[in-house]
């Protein structure tokens, strides 16, 4: 069975750093591409970053790029994302998502492209 689990959210000032990790099952974990997206209160999901396997080739969001840092470590089965200098627009329930399928690079910023998800977490950036 397929699983993803985010932890690692919270409330942080802004300025402040945050860790999201994504546990995944180790079937999920051979995907060639792995995703975080976010949405935000009254807004549709948007892209944040994105992690190729086995190259780790990386791809950012133009508002988080320089702050956020997506990485994985194959041996735990986990996908991270570090997140420096929040601002209080990056409040939102994050997901982490995977896919079977190698995706171009125009695919990867399209949630519709990922076939599986986990529960999303919930930042919040506020003073």
């Known amino acids: 069975q397929v699983q993803l689990v985010e932890s690692g959210g919270g409330l942080v000032q802004p300025g402040g750093s945050l860790r999201l990790s994504c546990a995944a099952s180790?079937?999920?974990?051979?995907?060639?591409?792995m995703a975080w997206f976010r949405q935000a209160p009254g807004k549709e999901r948007e892209f944040v970053a994105a992690i190729r396997r086995p190259n780790t080739n990386t791809y950012a969001a133009d508002s988080v790029r320089g702050r956020f840092t997506i990485s994985r470590d194959n041996a735990k089965n986990t996908m991270y994302l570090q997140m420096n200098s929040l601002k209080l627009e990056d409040t939102g329930v994050y997901y982490c998502?995977?896919?079977?399928?190698?995706?171009?690079?125009?695919?990867?910023?399209?949630?519709?492209?990922?076939?599986?998800w986990g529960q999303g977490i919930q930042v919040t950036i506020s003073s």
């Open positions: 998502a995977a896919t079977q399928r190698s995706l171009i690079l125009s695919s990867l910023r399209q949630e519709n492209a990922y076939d599986y």
């Open positions: 180790e079937r999920t974990f051979t995907t060639p591409v």
